[in-house]
T-cell receptor, first 113, second 114 residues
């Protein structure tokens, strides 16, 4: 059974600092990995999706890397802003099926002004 | 595009009552998912539809839960009778055919059963 772990569970940084969020998974037989953002009381917003054949994806200040063999992904957020405060979740899709995402518990980020 | 639409956004009901949650997927998407999120268990897949057909309902916790997708633009999740332990946020998500398999989530329905 795929286990997805996100450490730390919470993170507080001053505005302007770069954020590094970690995601690890136990089964490397994945189709893709997706990073989501969740604001309090809101749904999940997809940030980046990395296919298993890719090493990284970038969107604006966000960069996500994937090391499938070691079961790790990292989400980098450059020059953090108070508006980046949210919970960030990673989810992996297994090769064995094309729909059942396994989610991590998330990292709750607070960016202090 | 309006994104995935869910209603109601909040539901408060008494134990034993029937609850119906509604979802309208993104137009053109052929896959629909119902998830439940709790502090204790995180996000769990309840049921997955493809082309309006239930493919995997192994996550549906009990017979009290049922889901339908009568057409490509509408799905319901029903709980009858509801219990306090059903209190959670229920999300609907959809995705299109092929490509990246990226899922798009709705805003969720926060259910409180007293």
């Amino acid at each position: 059974k795929q286990e997805v772990t996100q450490i730390p569970a919470a993170l507080s940084v001053p505005e302007g600092e770069n954020l590094v969020l970690n995601c690890s998974f136990t089964d490397s037989a994945i189709y893709n990995l997706q990073w989501f953002r969740q604001d309090p009381g809101k749904g999940l917003t997809s940030l980046l999706l990395i296919q298993s054949s890719q090493r990284e994806q970038t969107s604006g200040r966000l960069n996500a890397s994937l090391d499938k063999s070691s079961g790790r992904s990292t989400l980098y957020i450059a020059a953090s802003q108070p508006g980046d405060s949210a919970t960030y979740l990673c989810a992996v899709m297994p090769l064995s099926n094309d729909y059942k995402l396994s989610f991590g518990a998330g990292t709750t980020v607070t960016v202090r002004a | 595009d309006a994104g995935v639409i869910q209603s109601p956004r909040h539901e408060v009901t008494e134990m034993g009552q029937e609850v119906t949650l509604r979802c309208k997927p993104i137009s053109g998407h052929n896959s629909l998912f119902w998830y439940r999120q709790t502090m204790m268990r995180g996000l769990e897949l309840l049921i997955y539809f493809n082309n309006n057909v239930p493919i995997d309902d192994s996550g549906m916790p009990e017979d009290r839960f049922s889901a339908k997708m009568p057409n490509a633009s509408f799905s319901t999740l029903k709980i009858q009778p509801s219990e306090p332990r059903d209190s959670a946020v229920y999300f609907c998500a959809s995705r299109g055919q092929g490509g990246s398999y990226e899922q798009y989530f709705g805003p969720g329905t926060r259910l409180t059963v007293t």
